[in-house]
């Protein structure tokens, strides 16, 4: 009997394609396999992803305008409106008007929701640590300061970081 033939990767035979070498990809690849597993987590908690990085973004800012939790939450602001509402109803967050500017709205925690919150802050910690632990050589430990600098120099206005609410 003879052995089963090997078939040698792509990268084996014609080196590192653009893409499996491509920052961009990368980037995006890492972070949709870390973020599964933590979204499924978060999933049986009852969240959403949204919702679940809005209440992360209140546990430490408590009172951010739609506006910011659109860009934290990674989605169009009014589809993030409708999930503000519907965790409103479901007890997790309230809307109140700014005391400066009654035209603005801000989302505050309930109690619950911070409970929620705390809890998946916690386990959330947790994960990363256990993420960054894989990464050999120190390499975790530069790079959250190195992806941070990039996003500074690439946003440098503070559009999609986490800059306070004006």
């Known amino acids: 009997m003879q052995p089963p033939e090997t078939v040698p990767s792509e990268d084996e035979t014609q080196g590192k394609g653009f893409v499996s070498d491509y920052l961009l990809y990368l980037l995006a ?44 939450s990674l989605i169009e602001q009014s589809r993030l409106t409708r999930i503000i509402i519907q965790m409103e109803e479901r007890g997790l967050v309230i809307r109140k008007g700014d005391t400066r500017d009654r035209r603005r ?8 929701g911070r409970q929620i919150a705390e809890q998946l802050v916690t386990d959330a910690r947790a994960h990363e640590t256990a993420l960054l632990a894989q990464l050999e050589g120190g390499d975790g430990a530069r790079l959250k300061p190195a992806l941070a600098a990039l996003l500074a120099r690439l946003d440098p206005d503070g559009q999609t970081r986490g800059e306070p609410d004006a």
């Open 29 to 72: 690849a890492a972070s949709e396999a870390a973020s599964a597993q933590f979204h499924a987590h978060v999933r049986t908690h009852g969240l959403r992803v949204p919702e679940w990085r809005v209440l992360a973004w209140l546990h430490d800012r408590d009172g951010a305008m739609i506006t910011r939790l659109a860009r934290i």
């Open 105 to 112: 709205v801000r989302v505050h925690l309930t109690d619950k």
